[in-house]
Structures are given as structure tokens and as C-alpha cells.
């Protein structure tokens, strides 16, 4: 086989990428937009010593689930994978890419996997968009990045995100074009817009974050009256400097430009106020489930302590210490901790404590705690494994493990069974028309 081949190929599997996966006596070829079942004359475009990459020709038989994609930039831009796949197709596959990781990466079979939670309507989800601008043609351009490139393909519609994000993103590529401010260059490093991030809450109320290179930007005041008198549901905007040769999207410093600063959310009855260096699950109606699972799996008793051992802005510990004696929240950001104990105060909490540092670093001071049940909701990269081994020293009772990132749920989940037995798994899709699945474990240490 060499590149520019012309291939007849047939799709045993999707990647974790979303990508079709055809074997040739074994040697795997990752097809963009292929589905299993699928038959197709394909090119291959690259080859590497363990795999390679093809593109479809022309779709010879067509898989039951195969749907005409809503959004037509779909393949184009990078921002969603697998809209070609029906919804119900999207979670099956979903459950099995869970399950296949299990057994790659954690060596662990036939685990109790209850099911996967999907949405009513799987579009217009997300309430937090980070969104790139480039200078392309002489002109900021925004939008998401075109799959594997660092290019964007300038943002037309989006089915994922808020209808007012997209448009607001749009409003503010034009103005700063009308004054002729360019986006940043991560080549040489000028320009000055770099992301917009947009937060929206449950009553369509937004955040809007200018992100740029400089300290300051030309003709500030005219852009943020403009944006504000043409969107009334914008209820504050902040600029944030970010001089750094990095992906990070925000800076560390920043200033309230419109508003208050932060956004008010409501979830499962509770109030939270947001700032917008916090972290915030993306997708609200999944959300609440997602946490009503993580209460269902604690199942705690009124005399009960609970540590939430990555707490964001409090939301699963708020929610918790309704139904236990007290919750302790850990956390890295300075500023979700602030929200967080605010947050306690807005809803009449008392018994929820927090505090500021690395789980696997702040548990060591709870010594003299009685900890009944250990809540870890890590990001992407999983838990620190002195947090994990810390766990296992104190022999806490029941762990729920909240995970982004199945690959590293199941690095971590290999560590967890020496000492605890994993009863019961849950998926929530909180991210459809994308690969990424949430998942909830709920461990109990062995007797
Ligand atoms: C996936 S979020 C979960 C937040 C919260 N459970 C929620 O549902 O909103 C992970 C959180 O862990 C925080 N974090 C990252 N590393 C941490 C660490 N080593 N120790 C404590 N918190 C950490 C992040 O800032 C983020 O707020």
C-alpha cells in the first residue's frame, strides 16, 4: 500500500476520533466520516508504520444510521465529529468506546455499565464558547479550527453552541474590523484579538470575554457600547490580557469593562454566581443529571462527611450538603473558591467548608476528618496518583469518580481496584455531535 492509492473499503469501527476505522490484512487506515457497516472507495493521504489516514471517494453502501449533517460547514470545520451519525447511533457508540477503554488502558473487563444518559435535543448545548480569531485575507476571521490545523474556518452557523454566541462573535469580528484592529498572529506574535470566550446562563443571560495580546485595545469604549446596546442579554463584559506564547486562552489579568463581572446560574434549585476564570459544566440539561447521578451513587446519611475533592464553584458540594452532615470542597483556583463560598452564602449553606490548593495536596491536612465518601471530578489529565494513593491509605468508604476523559478514568480506575470494587458506571453525553462522553463510577472499598 502507498499514499495516493485508490482503495475499496469496508468499516469495521470508529476511532476515538470519530473516524472510520478499515483494516487491509490487519493494518489499520482511519477514514474521516466513515461509519461501520460502511462500504467506500477511499484515498489514503498518509501513511505512518502502524497506521494510516484515507479520505472517501465515493460511498459505495451507506449505513442505516449515516444522517445528512444539519450544519453545512460540518467536515469543513473542525468544531464537531460525528454529526453525521444518528443520535442514537452517537450514544451506542459512546458506551462502546467507554467500554473498549476500560479494557485498553485499565485492564479491566465486564465492568457494571448501567447505561448512557442522552439529551432531548442534542443541538444548541453548550453554554460556554471559546472562540479563535485569525487574521486571514487582511481580515479577522473567527471560528473553530479545521480538523488537525491550526487554521480556522470563519464561523458562518453553529449547531452546538448558543444561536446569540454565534451572533455575538460575529458582531464583534465586524467591529473590530470596522476599526480596523487585527486579530493576533501566533506565528509572529502581533495582532491583538486573540478569543472571545461567550458564557451563557439558564434565563439567556451572557458573558462576553474579550482576550487580546495587549494591555489595552483601540476605540475599547465604542466597541463594548456598541455590543451592549445591540444584545441587551448581555449582562457584563471583562477584558482579558493575555501577552503568552501558549493555547491558554485566558490571561492572568483582567478588568470588569460592562457589568457586574460575573454570571448568576441556577441548577437543581441552587443559585451560583460564576466569574469567568471559574469552571462550569458546558451543558445545562445534562448537567443536572449528571449530578443527580453523583448524589444517587453517594447515597449519604444525614451523620455523613463528603470531601468533592476538584469543587469548581461548589455546585455537586452545595448539592450534597443538603443531604449529609458536611461537605468539604477542594479546589485550585483561587477565584472558584471565592465563588464557591459565596455561593454557600447566597443558598443559606452551612455546612460546606473550602478550600484552596491540589486535592492530592490539601487532603493530607484533613488528618483528623472522618471522610465517608471522597467525590473526585478531575479535568482531562485524571488525579494526581498521591491523591489516589491518599484515598487508599485512609480506606474512604465509597468514591464517585467523575471523569471528562475515559482514558484517564481507566488509568486511574486500574490503580483504585487493588483496594475498592467499582459497582456501578453511568454515562452522561454531555458533549453531542462530539466524541467526548462524561462518566460516573461508583467505587466501594472492598471488605
Ligand atoms: C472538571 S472541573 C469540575 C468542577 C466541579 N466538580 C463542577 O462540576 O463544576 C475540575 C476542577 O478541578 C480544578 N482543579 C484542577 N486541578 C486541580 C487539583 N490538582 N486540585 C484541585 N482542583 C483542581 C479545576 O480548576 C476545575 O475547577
Known amino acids: 500500500m502507498q499514499e495516493k492509492d485508490k482503495l475499496t473499503a469496508e468499516c469495521v469501527d470508529l476511532n476515538h476520533q470519530g473516524q472510520g476505522v478499515c483494516k487491509f490484512d490487519g493494518f489499520p487506515i482511519f477514514v474521516d466520516y466513515l461509519l461501520p457497516g460502511e462500504k467506500a472507495t477511499i484515498v489514503i493521504n498518509r501513511l505512518t508504520k502502524n497506521y494510516g489516514f484515507g479520505a472517501i471517494l465515493e460511498l459505495l453502501e451507506k449505513s442505516p444510521n449515516r444522517v445528512e449533517p444539519r450544519c453545512s460547514a460540518f467536515g469543513k470545520c473542525g468544531g464537531c465529529e460525528i454529526m453525521h451519525l444518528d443520535y442514537s447511533g452517537q450514544l451506542e ?63 458562518s452557523e453553529c449547531y452546538i453552541e448558543p444561536v446569540l454566541a454565534t451572533a455575538i462573535a460575529k458582531f464583534l469580528r465586524d467591529l473590530f474590523n470596522d476599526y480596523r484592529i487585527p486579530a493576533y498572529n501566533e506565528k509572529n506574535r502581533s495582532g491583538v484579538l486573540r478569543h472571545v470566550l461567550i458564557r451563557k446562563n439558564i434565563v439567556d443571560e451572557y458573558m462576553v470575554v474579550i482576550i487580546t495580546n495587549t494591555r489595552t485595545f483601540a476605540n475599547q469604549d465604542e466597541i463594548v457600547r456598541k455590543l451592549v446596546s445591540h444584545f441587551a442579554n448581555i449582562k457584563t463584559v471583562i477584558h482579558s490580557f493575555n501577552p503568552k506564547d501558549s493555547n491558554v486562552v485566558l490571561g492572568s489579568k483582567s478588568r470588569v ?132 494513593a491518599a484515598i487508599k491509605a485512609r480506606k474512604i468508604g465509597k468514591i464517585i469518580y467523575v471523569s471528562c476523559d475515559v482514558a484517564t478514568l481507566a488509568r486511574d480506575l486500574e490503580m483504585l481496584v487493588t483496594d475498592y470494587e467499582i459497582k456501578e458506571i453511568t454515562l452522561v453525553d454531555m458533549f453531542p455531535q462530539i466524541c467526548d462522553v462524561e462518566t460516573v463510577a461508583r467505587l466501594e472499598l472492598k471488605s
Open 257 to 388: 469593562l460592562f457589568g457586574g463581572g460575573i454570571l448568576n446560574e441556577k441548577l437543581l434549585g441552587l443559585h451560583f454566581t460564576v466569574s469567568h476564570q471559574s469552571f462550569f459544566q458546558t451543558n445545562f440539561e445534562q448537567t443536572e443529571k449528571l449530578y443527580k447521578t453523583v448524589l444517587k451513587y453517594a447515597n449519604p446519611k444525614k451523620n455523613e462527611t463528603i470531601v468533592d475533592g476538584y469543587c469548581g464553584v461548589g455546585t455537586v458540594s452545595l448539592y450534597l450538603a443538603g443531604h449529609c452532615k458536611k461537605v468539604i470542597g477542594i479546589e485550585i483556583v483561587e477565584d472558584a473558591i471565592k465563588d464557591a463560598k459565596g455561593n454557600a452564602m447566597i443558598n443559606g449553606i452551612e455546612n460546606a467548608e473550602f478550600m484552596v490548593g491540589k486535592a492530592e495536596e490539601e487532603i493530607l491536612k484533613l488528618e483528623d476528618v472522618h471522610i465517608d465518601t471522597m467525590v473526585i471530578d478531575p479535568p482531562r489529565k485524571g488525579c494526581d496518583p498521591r491523591l489516589l
Open 93 to 155: 457508540y459512546k458506551k462502546q468506546m467507554a467500554i473498549s477503554t476500560f479494557h485498553k488502558i485499565g485492564h479491566l473487563d465486564n465492568l457494571p455499565v448501567a447505561g448512557i444518559l442522552g439529551m432531548d435535543d442534542p443541538y444548541f448545548y453548550r453554554n460556554k464558547v471559546q472562540i479563535p480569531f485569525q487574521q486571514q485575507n487582511g481580515k479577522a476571521v473567527c471560528g473553530f479550527f479545521k480538523r488537525g490545523s491550526h487554521e480556522i474556518y470563519p464561523l
